[in-house]
């Protein structure tokens, strides 16, 4: 594999977002607007 393609391929592949309440650390949809568990809208977004 080139390096131009490995570059490509490194940054154009998709990335896993993890979506997480800041005060409690439930997991959420991405579409979440508020924790189920706490109503707190404070949403973290990590992504790998």
């Given amino acids: 594999m080139s390096l131009l393609r490995a ?5 154009d592949a998709p990335s896993d977002r993890v979506y ?6 439930t997991t959420l949809d991405a579409d979440a607007e508020a924790c189920p568990r706490c109503d707190s809208t404070s949403i973290a977004c990590y992504e790998f």
Avoid: I, K
């Avoid at 570059?7 to 940054?11: I, K, N, Q, S």
């Avoid at 997480?20 to 650390?25: A, I, L, N, Q, S």
């Fill in 7 to 11: 570059v490509v391929t490194r940054f």
């Fill in 20 to 25: 997480e309440c800041r005060r409690c650390g």
